[in-house]
T-cell receptor
Framework: NAGVMQNPRHLVRRRGQEARLRCSPM?????VYWYRQLPEEGLKFMVY????????ESGMPKERFSAEFPKEGPSILRIQQVVRGDSAAYFC????FGQGTDTQYFGPGTRLTVL | QKEVEQDPGPLSVPEGAIVSLNCTYS??????FMWYRQYSRKGPELLMYTYSSGNKEDGRFTAQVDKSSKYISLFIRDSQPSDSATYLCATYGGSQGNLIFGKGTKLSVKP
């Protein structure tokens, strides 16, 4: 039973480029959460999605960041015009029911480096 | 005041020692508390999940919640080098289930 999968594991972008991070939830899970871990910082919630719906994006920066979870395929976190401050580890987690107390299972993360 | 505070350490102990990791939280409405373990360059994995006050034991690990003082603890008995990792405390921030994490405590268990 495969766990949460994220790709790429490492991503290098130059300032101004776009970054696309992908997350495939565990089988049977239709709820996805994205978190960001900055150096020397804890994990910070960014966005919560169900299939085809953004449920809570209160942690997303207002500009340049967007997320989607289409009916088919992985969830995508998109960062446009990346800046050095976007360098971080981005983790997604999935849960089966989306209830407020569900266990969230984390993927291995994508480490984004902006040159 | 941050919602969940955790001493980042680092904490270094000899093998076999009892380890105590702690967090405090600010919102008395928080009910569920978790401890995640994160090995270097890996994703967090759930270690312990507790509800309200009290203790929960799982093998060498004991999670403790004291709601009166808004204090949560994780104890590791007979610590092993394989326990070397960063330990993150967390709670649910809202009805949608987004997690609020402490900064994590980096633990090193020396053989």
């Amino acid at each position: 039973n495969a766990g949460v999968m994220q790709n790429p594991r490492h991503l290098v972008r130059r300032r101004g480029q776009e970054a696309r991070l992908r997350c495939s939830p565990m089988k049977g899970h239709s709820h996805v959460y994205w978190y960001r871990q900055l150096p020397e910082e804890g994990l910070k919630f960014m966005v919560y999605l169900q299939k085809e719906n953004i449920i809570d994006e209160s942690g997303m920066p207002k500009e340049r960041f967007s997320a989607e979870f289409p009916k088919e395929g992985p969830s995508i976190l998109r960062i446009q015009q990346v800046v050095r401050g976007d360098s971080a580890a981005y983790f997604c987690a999935s849960s089966p029911f989306g209830q407020g107390t569900d266990t969230q299972y984390f993927g291995p993360g994508t480490r984004l480096t902006v040159l | 005041q941050k919602e969940v505070e955790q001493d980042p350490g680092p904490l270094s102990v000899p093998e076999g020692a009892i380890v105590s990791l702690n967090c405090t939280y600010s919102n008395s409405a928080f009910q569920y508390f978790m401890w995640y373990r994160q090995y270097s360059r890996k994703g967090p994995e759930l270690l312990m999940y507790t509800y309200s006050s009290g203790n929960k034991e799982d093998g060498r690990f004991t999670a403790q919640v004291d709601k009166s003082s808004k204090y949560i603890s994780l104890f590791i008995r007979d610590s092993q080098p394989s326990d070397s990792a960063t330990y993150l405390c967390a709670t649910y921030g809202g009805s949608q289930g987004n997690l609020i994490f402490g900064k994590g405590t980096k633990l090193s268990v020396k053989p």
